[in-house]
T-cell receptor, first 114, second 116 residues
Framework: NAGVTQTPKFQVLKTGQSMTLQCAQDMNHNSMYWYRQDPGMGLRLIYY???????DKGEVPNGYNVSRLNKREFSLRLESAAPSQTSVYFC?????????????FGDGTRLSIL | AQKVTQAQTEISVVEKEDVTLDCVYETRDTTYYLFWYKQPPSGELVFLIRRNSFDEQNEISGRYSWNFQKSTSSFNFTITASQVVDSAVYFC?????????????FGDGTTLTVKP
């Protein structure tokens, strides 16, 4: 019973390198989200996908791009990593794009940029 | 704009003490939903409870209880007879049903440490 799976779990990058964080859910959920969590702060929304084929910016989208590859998969790409992007990244999914549903989260990706 | 404030950054208690985690929210919507999530030291986020704006009934689940008061825009979480396993970061979140439907705003979290 996997739920939401994120890969990799840890990654260290050098400034300027690019990388894609992968996320897949097996719950047949329509909406998916990417958040970042910085020390002492809550989760901030980077991008979301209300349904397959759509993506929209969240609160902190600069420096990121996303792809909703299919209903299961939603990837987050850092084109040119910066130290300010050092954070823990969480992917989440929700059955429908509706506010009354809880989100299901992956275990997070810990990303350090030197 | 929606906002969630968890004023308590860190709380430390001794096992078996009761502890209340505060959550205050701001929204202009009349229909909205409030959530609590738990993030244990292992790092994953676990959904605990959801409450909608039309239901002010308090809820109890074992040692956990939630007090929702629209008059003070608060949705507080109480753990009775705390245990070491309750040590975690707890997040309160708000989702509106209007313009921002489908998106959630999280508070900064309260780190609870329960000492044996």
């Amino acid at each position: 019973n996997a739920g939401v799976t994120q890969t990799p779990k840890f990654q260290v990058l050098k400034t300027g390198q690019s990388m894609t964080l992968q996320c897949a859910q097996d719950m047949n959920h329509n909406s998916m989200y990417w958040y970042r969590q910085d020390p002492g702060m809550g989760l901030r929304l980077i991008y979301y996908s209300a349904s397959e084929g759509t993506t929209d910016k969240g609160e902190v989208p600069n420096g990121y791009n996303v792809s909703r590859l299919n209903k299961r998969e939603f990837s987050l790409r850092l084109e040119s990593a910066a130290p300010s992007q050092t954070s823990v990244y969480f992917c989440a999914s929700r059955g429908i794009f509706s506010s009354n549903q809880p989100q299901h989260f992956g275990d997070g990706t810990r990303l350090s940029i030197l | 704009a929606q906002k969630v404030t968890q004023a308590q950054t860190e709380i430390s208690v001794v096992e078996k003490e009761d502890v209340t985690l505060d959550c205050v929210y701001e929204t202009r919507d009349t229909t909205y939903y409030l959530f609590w999530y738990k993030q244990p030291p292992s790092g994953e986020l676990v959904f605990l409870i959801r409450r909608n704006s039309f239901d002010e009934q308090n809820e109890i689940s074992g040692r956990y209880s939630w007090n929702f008061q629209k008059s003070t825009s608060s949705f507080n979480f109480t753990i009775t007879a705390s245990q070491v396993v309750d040590s975690a970061v707890y997040f309160c979140a708000l989702s509106e049903a209007g313009t921002n439907a489908g998106k959630s705003t999280f508070g900064d979290g309260t780190t609870l440490t329960v000492k044996p």
